[in-house]
């Protein structure tokens, strides 16, 4: 079992940027970040296995979006730039063992961009 504490998640105003922080109890494979709006379906955001070249990223956030892993701390981030109202949801930070599933799943962290 692996435990992940998401943070970093507030109101911030659009165009702005905001960084979030996952902390994983021990290591993982793939590590990644989702996103649930109100009245919507959780959608993928972010990903990045042990190979910091095995990313992907949803299109709606590429080139604003970057995933970040630190190794040594088992933890990862999601700097996001350019921040749209659309954007605004719960983002939660998922892990997984192997490549194929996600394993844990953190509680979540608040994101609101005002307009």
């Known amino acids: 079992q692996v435990n992940l504490v998401e943070s970093g998640g507030r109101l911030v105003q659009a165009g702005g940027s905001l960084r979030l922080s996952c902390a994983a109890s021990?290591?993982?494979?793939?590590m990644g970040w989702f996103r649930q709006a109100p009245g919507k379906d959780r959608e993928f955001v972010a990903s990045?296995?042990?190979?910091?070249?095995?990313?992907e990223y949803a299109e709606s956030v590429k080139g604003r979006f970057t995933i970040s892993r630190h190794y040594n701390e088992n933890t990862a981030s999601l700097q996001m730039n350019s921040l749209k109202p659309e954007d605004t949801a719960v983002y939660y930070c998922?892990?997984?063992?192997?490549?194929?599933?996600?394993?844990?799943w953190g509680q979540g962290t608040q994101v609101t961009v005002s307009s």
């Open positions: 990045m296995m042990l190979r910091a070249t095995d990313t």
């Open positions: 021990g290591p993982t494979f793939i």
């Open positions: 998922a892990a997984g063992l192997t490549a194929r599933d996600y394993d844990f």
